[in-house]
């Protein structure tokens, strides 16, 4: 499998995908919203695009599928639930459907909905798994939920299945908010020397050449990942007085999204 990941330089910061086959050239584009460089990028490497997937129906990881699918003749996937939220749905997925690309990639699709209700991210079943997982999970962050989803339904993503996957796991997200991200940890967390760190390396990246992150540096990293850090609690009871002496994670997660939406 090889991933290309194509940074599109706009003011929501996003980043597009070409997953490829490397005995085919078959390739599949994650939600391509600037079409003109997917397409450029494809043409340069030598591939051939057959499908595009949406992680979900925000206009900013489908605003490029018309364009894409009339230059291609592209198939179009995404969650069986988007159907009339995206126009042209070829073919709907659903939790442990799995997508292939040419002869040797195959990616399976997970139902993580939270960021919206119909939102998909797709594992690869490769020795070192990567998770291209739009605007679920980002870089030391977590997506809000302002636009159709729900925080309690993202927590239970979270903790339900991000967290259980393999520390080893790679980490494709849909925009580069990571030093943004980073700073929130810093704010939440003071002493976690990790994030400092990693925020020195990042805070003048080029996003031509981003970080790939694992699951295992975001959770040193995510405060999303660390609800049970003494530290994050305590910064937590200072904006509500009224948590609990123990609070469980489900609690300090939904007050984490909620300081989030503001900060």
Known sequence: MIVDQVWTGNAYRNFNYLIACPETGEALAVDPLDHKKCLARAKDKGWTITQILNTHEHEDH???????????GAKLLAHANAKGRIDGIDIGLGAGDVVKIGKTVELEALDTPGHTMSHVCLLSRTDQPALFCGDTLFNAG??????????????DTFAGQLAKLPDSTLIYPGHDYIANNLEFTLDREPDNTRAAEVLKGVADQDPDAALISTLALEKEVNTFFRLHSPSVIARL?????DLPDEPDAKTVFLKLRELRNSW
Do not use: D, S, V, W
């Open 237 to 241: 009871r200072e904006a509500f007085p």
């Open 142 to 155: 977590a997506g809000n939920c302002h636009h159709g989803g729900h925080p309690e339904e993202l927590y």
């Open 62 to 72: 489908t605003g490029g599928n018309k364009a894409m699918i009339a230059a291609t």
